[in-house]
């Protein structure tokens, strides 16, 4: 597969305006926490940069790598796409922001307000499991995939949504923390309950839901998104459809997009269950008062 992706050219696989943009990102949060940062502000410990730093990667790999152009060709990379945008890459973001940031942020007034309001916890969990699922709707999905500014528009709102879901567990400042660590259990595993029916719709249809995957001229509209539109037009009338570049049957890779991206949100759900569970366990056992000294009985 990797070769004929190779017509798409350059551009279409590793997108220089999407890594100049993650670039940008970097550079700018390097400035902020370094030669920017006042008197007070501390410097990011290691942890928080290599999890800001890591965020950035991954969003590199997710929307300018051949991982998106395999997205708008397989539902499998598509699905990929979509745990690993919303279930990991905002939560290196979140961890790796420093607290004297998240609290400059959050002294703004619109800001406040906004965070605020993202981050109730059963508005964030509706919110954010809600959308997901309408977007894979197929009549909201292949419009989306349609329009470059739909798609944008869509995906974006749903990646803030996940923001606020993942600030209800990981709460940056004390303040934005609502929820004890049984709650954080429990609101995870109602998103793994909650984004469940979106899965197995996909799962168990007995047909190609999308015509962006199984309809020749949607298809084609769909790869205007991420390939150049000089390339696409030479290709447009040599392209029968996906099937050129599938290596297992159409309502396969679908099955199977739905089963990674479950299977994958199991994985970060559960890591993150288990990691709210043993730091809470800690926590508590440190806050233990020590048994006294056992005094001598005099003889």
Request: proline share 7%.
């Amino acid at each position: 597969m990797w070769l004929e992706l190779q017509i798409f050219g350059f551009r279409a696989l590793w997108s220089p305006v999407y890594l100049l943009f993650v670039v940008m990102l970097a550079a700018l949060y390097y400035y902020l926490t370094g030669p920017r940062r006042k008197a007070g502000e501390s410097y990011p410990t290691i942890l928080q940069q290599l999890s800001f730093y890591s965020g950035l990667v991954l969003l590199y790999i997710i929307k300018g790598s051949p991982v998106d152009l395999l997205g708008h060709i397989m539902f499998t990379a598509h699905m990929t796409q979509m745990a690993l945008y919303y279930l990991l890459f905002p939560i290196l973001i979140i961890k790796g922001i420093p607290e004297w940031m998240w609290r400059n942020l959050y002294d703004t007034k619109v800001v406040k307000s906004a965070l605020r309001f993202f981050t109730k916890p059963l508005l964030s969990l509706l919110l954010f499991n809600g959308l997901f699922s309408l977007y894979h709707m197929p009549a909201i999905f292949d419009f989306a995939k349609s329009s470059e500014w739909a798609h944008a528009i869509i995906t974006t709102i749903i990646l803030i949504t996940a923001f606020g879901m993942w600030l209800s567990v990981f709460p940056p400042l004390k303040e934005m923390d609502r929820l004890s660590p049984i709650l954080k259990i429990g609101f995870i595993f109602a998103n793994g309950v909650l984004i469940t029916p979106a899965c197995g719709l996909i799962i168990f249809a007995g047909s190609p839901l999308y015509d962006t995957y199984s309809q020749s001229g949607a298809w084609i509209q769909a790869l205007s998104l991420c390939v150049p539109e000089s390339v696409l037009s030479d290709l447009a009338n040599n392209l029968s459809g996906p099937n050129y570049f599938m290596p297992i049957p159409m309502i396969e890779d679908q099955q199977l997009g739905g089963i990674i991206m479950k299977i994958t949100q199991e994985i970060i759900f559960g890591s993150v269950i288990a990691y709210i569970f043993f730091s809470w366990f800690n926590r508590e056992r440190e806050t233990i008062d020590p048994l006294p000294d056992q005094v001598p009985s005099e003889t």
